[in-house]
C-alpha cells in the first residue's frame, strides 16, 4: 500500500521568508511524486512534479520541491513567500508500476502574513 | 480546452434522495478519476476509468455510490440514496496517461440534509 504524511496541519510564514511544507510518502517500487495547490472554492492545481531525474524539481510560481530517496521525503520549497501563496498544498504518491491511483495527503494550510 | 467540467457546482438535496454528479474530462484525456474532499478524511480517491472501463473502484464506500462513464467526454457519480455524511466536495480529474498529473474539475460541493 502507498502513502503519504504531511505532518504539519498548518504552516505560518512571513511573507519575503523561506517556506517548507514537508511530506513523507510510502510506496512499493520507485515513486513518482506530486505537490498540487488548491485555493478556496477552487479544484486542485498542479504545481510540479518529480518522475525521474534531478533531486531538485521546479515548478510553477517558483516553488521548487526536492526528493529525498533515504528519507523518503518531498519537502515543497520557495525561496521568498508571497502573500498570494496562501492555501492548502497537497503532496500525492504512486508507484512507478502497477496501480495508477495517486494517493493524496492530508494537506498542509499555508499562511503567508504580510 | 475549458479543463474538466462538473456539473452542478452545488447540489443540496434531502436525505434519501438520489444524486447524481457530472463531469466532462478534457478532450484526449484516457485517464477519469472521481475523488472525495471532506475536513475528516481529506481526499480520497473513489474509483477511475481508463479508456472508459472502471479499473479500481475500491475506494468507493458502499454500494450506494455507482458511477458510469458511458464515453470518454461523459462520466457520471451517483448516489441512492444520500444520506447526510455524503456531504463533501466532490471532484473529477483527468490525464493524458495514468502517470502523468491530473487536471482537476472545480468540483461539486454536496450537501445532504
Known amino acids: 500500500a502507498q502513502s503519504v504524511a504531511q505532518p504539519e496541519d498548518q504552516v505560518n510564514v512571513a511573507e519575503g521568508n523561506p517556506l517548507t511544507v514537508k511530506c513523507t510518502y510510502s510506496?512499493?517500487?520507485?515513486?513518482?511524486l506530486f505537490w498540487y495547490v488548491q485555493y478556496p472554492n477552487r479544484g486542485l492545481q498542479f504545481l510540479l512534479k518529480?518522475?525521474?531525474?534531478?533531486?531538485l524539481v521546479k515548478g510553477s510560481y517558483g516553488f521548487e520541491a526536492e526528493f529525498n530517496k533515504s528519507q523518503t521525503s518531498f519537502h515543497l520549497k520557495k525561496p521568498s513567500a508571497l502573500v498570494s501563496d496562501s492555501a492548502l498544498y497537497f503532496c500525492?504518491?504512486?508507484?512507478?508500476?502497477?496501480?495508477?491511483?495517486?494517493?493524496f495527503g492530508s494537506g498542509t494550510r499555508l499562511q503567508v502574513q504580510p | 480546452d475549458a479543463g474538466v467540467i462538473q456539473s452542478p457546482r452545488h447540489e443540496v438535496t434531502e436525505m434519501g434522495q438520489e444524486v447524481t454528479l457530472r463531469c466532462k474530462p478534457i478532450?484526449?484525456?484516457?485517464?477519469l478519476f472521481w475523488y472525495r474532499q471532506t475536513m475528516m478524511r481529506g481526499l480520497e480517491l473513489l474509483i477511475y476509468?481508463?479508456?472508459?472501463?472502471?479499473?479500481?473502484d475500491s475506494g468507493m464506500p458502499e454500494d450506494r455510490f455507482s458511477a458510469k462513464m458511458p464515453n470518454a467526454s461523459f462520466s457520471t457519480l451517483k448516489i441512492q440514496p444520500s444520506e447526510p455524511r455524503d456531504s463533501a466536495v466532490y471532484f473529477c480529474?483527468?490525464?493524458?496517461?495514468?502517470?502523468?498529473?491530473?487536471?482537476f474539475g472545480p468540483g461539486t460541493r454536496l450537501t445532504v440534509t
Open positions: 480529474a483527468s490525464s493524458l496517461g495514468g502517470h502523468l498529473y491530473r487536471y
Open positions: 510506496v512499493s517500487g520507485n515513486p513518482y
Open positions: 518529480y518522475i525521474t531525474g534531478d533531486n
Open positions: 500525492a504518491v504512486r508507484a512507478d508500476t502497477g496501480r495508477r491511483a495517486l494517493t
Open positions: 478532450s484526449g484525456h484516457d485517464y
Open positions: 476509468f481508463n479508456n472508459n472501463v472502471p479499473i479500481d
